[in-house]
């Protein structure tokens, strides 16, 4: 199996350290393609990084999509940038870390926190939630006002703020899981885990098993005859 993940910022680091994260879930058998526009914002954090991303994003995705290549494809930013459009056009299984990691949250519990970066993210989180009909099963997005960039460049101050974050939601919402809200917290997850001894669920690793499972269902088949029966 081979996927084509796409960061929709223009930070190659974040990227890299997405495809690491991307590679560790896939296991044996399947090729991790990761990429990124040159043309968009470093970090997407709120609506205003959302737009402007699109059209760097959107191009990226026409002049490197090809099915013959690839089996599914992942969006890697947690506001799932560009994703409902895209996966209109996709020719494959498309799937945003966003989405993956609700999914994943609700079946491992009832109710869900998560825990993003910037506090302007909070409501394109939040708008997801409910045009994915999830809000119900989310007791609350918080934000620990780490900047994406941080999560590469101050590590150690992130890792606390982040940590500091968990502790409150699980205290105060009381959630069955906390889900990272964003790619570029991939590699805590684990650690975060073992720490708090509930699941901490990364979009990246719950994007490329659902991603793995789609392809076990055949999903690509009925994807091109939906699109089949849409185009006659």
Request: hydrophobic share 50%.
């Amino acid at each position: 199996m081979h996927i084509l993940v796409i960061n929709p910022n223009s930070t190659t680091a974040m990227t890299r350290s997405i495809e690491r994260a991307a590679l560790a879930a896939a296991g044996q058998g399947t090729t991790i393609t990761a990429i990124n526009p040159t043309d968009t914002p470093p970090a997407i954090q709120g609506p205003e990084d959302g737009a402007a991303a699109l059209p760097g994003l959107f191009h990226l995705f026409e002049t490197r999509m090809e099915p013959s290549l690839y089996d599914a494809c992942i969006i890697a930013c947690f506001d799932d940038t560009g994703l409902m459009t895209l996966k209109r056009r996709s020719p494959i299984p498309l799937i945003g870390i966003g989405e993956a990691a609700f999914h994943a949250a609700m079946l491992v519990g009832e109710r869900f926190s998560v825990v993003t970066t910037l506090g302007v993210s909070v409501p394109v989180i939040e708008d997801n939630l409910e045009r994915y009909g999830f809000a119900s099963r989310c007791a609350r997005v918080r934000a620990s006002e780490i900047g994406v960039l941080e999560l590469e460049g101050a590590r150690e101050r992130a890792g606390k703020a982040i940590r500091a974050e968990i502790a409150l939601a699980l205290a105060e919402d009381k959630p069955d899981s906390i889900v990272l809200g964003c790619a570029g917290m991939a590699d805590l997850a684990m650690n975060l885990s073992d720490h708090f001894h509930v699941p901490v669920i990364d979009g990246v690793a719950a994007a490329v098993a659902m991603a793995k499972a789609l392809r076990a269902a055949n999903a690509d088949r009925w994807i091109v005859a939906a699109k089949e029966r849409l185009s006659a």
